[in-house]
């Protein structure tokens, strides 16, 4: 498939502004951004950073689900936290999701994210 085709579905929060969920092109899925809202109602989940970095990598999965993709497909992830000392949180939650054979990924504290989300996830996938 060389054209761009556009990845949605309701089990994660919709786009916030003006990007896709994902987009696939050429054998890859692009995962936009996902922080931790509800995919029912838009806002922050409550609770701790290993509660709200599991919201955002729930929503990964099931963007990756509606591409066709499981999460041992994604290849590259970059990690984006507010506060690089919840590190240690997140990581053990993230690694959670990939048991064997882990993707390539960056992961930098910024100033500020969304809604003042305290961690942002985007993921690449391979389609199998």
Same mark, same amino acid.
């Given at each position: $498939? %060389? =054209?761009? &085709?556009v990845i949605k579905t309701d089990k994660a929060p919709q786009a916030i502004g003006?990007? %896709?969920q994902a987009v696939e092109?050429? *054998? /890859?899925? /692009?995962?936009? *951004? &996902?922080?931790?809202l509800d995919p029912k109602t838009g806002n922050i989940v409550p609770g701790d950073i290993r509660e709200q970095t599991?919201?955002?990598m729930e929503n990964g999965k099931a963007i990756l689900a509606a591409a066709g993709? =499981? $999460?041992?497909a994604v290849v590259r992830s970059t990690i984006?936290?507010?506060?690089? *000392?919840? /590190?240690? %949180?997140?990581?053990? $939650?993230y690694g959670s999701y990939f048991p064997a054979d882990p993707p390539a990924r960056a992961t930098v504290e910024v100033a500020r994210l969304p809604k003042? =989300? =305290?961690?942002?996830i985007d993921f690449v996938a391979v389609k199998r």
């Open positions: $498939m %060389s =054209a761009k &085709q003006p990007y %896709s092109a050429n *054998g /890859f899925v /692009f995962v936009s *951004g &996902q922080i931790p599991k919201r955002v993709c =499981a $999460m041992s984006y936290l507010k506060n690089i *000392g919840d /590190f240690a %949180s997140v990581n053990e $939650m003042d =989300a =305290a961690v942002e």
